[in-house]
């Protein structure tokens, strides 16, 4: 059975709207990662306890939380700031919302932008980032939380090769993968689904958006409602069902809020589950 929820702010900021609209599309289950006053958790504490007071009021679940963790992070400095500043707050919220997780990302490839980061190769990242990602691993095990990668273009966890590298080298049990192909299909540009069977032992969160194809170098992708694009969501279904994933899988559309919009991205989705 697909346990399918959605990014709260692919809908609004505000998590009042976000749920309100949800809610009406048939979606009880929520991650969070923008707010109105910023990133949780780096952000205004009375929207987190409004979060709370929604979900128990409404019956909702909390799924995961994204504070950003290390994807903009390019240097060793950067790494520690946020190990001191974001880190324990990001464990503190999810220890109270009773995540078993957070969603990372694999450090930020130098010059890499959103516009020019799939002609940055990842092939060899530096030292510091893989024993950052070691350390990083390890408070999190301390504390009995994983850390779930997303693959992002502008970071050196780029693809599902990259990443399943990473936490290779950085040899913790305590990383696994936020499953997110339509982030690989944005580096690679093509349907990453040859990728499945490498990360699979690794997958413990899905995202679930689409792209129209593109080539190289093109910048942003433009964004559709999934089945759409140039995923073919199917067999990626089909393989997390071989292997008896159950775990979240969020809607991240990237389209707009629109009711409509929610609605088609959720409908479409669970026909391509079956």
């Not at 992708?221 to 292997?243: Q, S």
Request: charged residues 25%.
């Amino acid at each position: 059975m697909m346990n399918l929820g959605i990014v709260a702010d692919e809908i609004s900021r505000n998590f009042r709207q976000a749920s309100q609209i949800g809610i009406a599309a048939g979606l009880r289950r929520y991650e969070i990662r923008f707010l109105q006053s910023g990133r949780a958790p780096m952000c205004d504490p009375a929207e987190l306890l409004e979060i709370e007071r929604i979900c128990d009021g409404e019956g909702l679940e909390i799924t995961a939380l994204s504070p950003g963790l290390f994807k903009w992070t390019d240097s060793a400095e950067k790494f520690r700031k946020e190990m001191n500043e974001v880190f324990p707050r990001s464990v503190e919220l999810a220890q109270r919302w009773n995540l078993s997780a957070l969603i990372i990302f694999g450090f930020c490839k130098p010059g890499a932008t959103e516009e020019n980061a799939d002609l940055i190769p990842s092939d060899h990242p530096p030292s510091w980032v893989t024993d950052s990602l070691a350390e990083a691993g390890t408070k999190a095990e301390e504390v009995g939380l994983r850390l779930l990668i997303e693959a992002e273009p502008v970071c050196w966890a780029d693809t599902g090769v990259a990443t399943v590298n990473l936490i290779r080298q950085a040899k913790s049990s305590a990383i696994g993968i936020n499953y997110d192909p339509c982030n690989v299909a944005w580096m690679l540009r093509r349907d990453p689904i040859d990728e499945f069977d490498l990360v699979a032992p690794f997958i413990a969160n899905v995202h679930v958006k689409d792209q129209l194809d593109a080539p190289r170098g093109s910048g942003m992708p433009t964004w559709v409602v999934p089945g759409k694009g140039m995923i073919d969501y199917r067999p990626h279904f089909d393989a997390l069902k071989r292997i008896g994933y159950d775990g979240p899988i969020s809607l991240e559309p990237h389209i707009d809020g629109n009711p409509e919009t929610i609605s088609q991205c959720k409908q479409a989705v669970e026909r391509l589950w079956l």
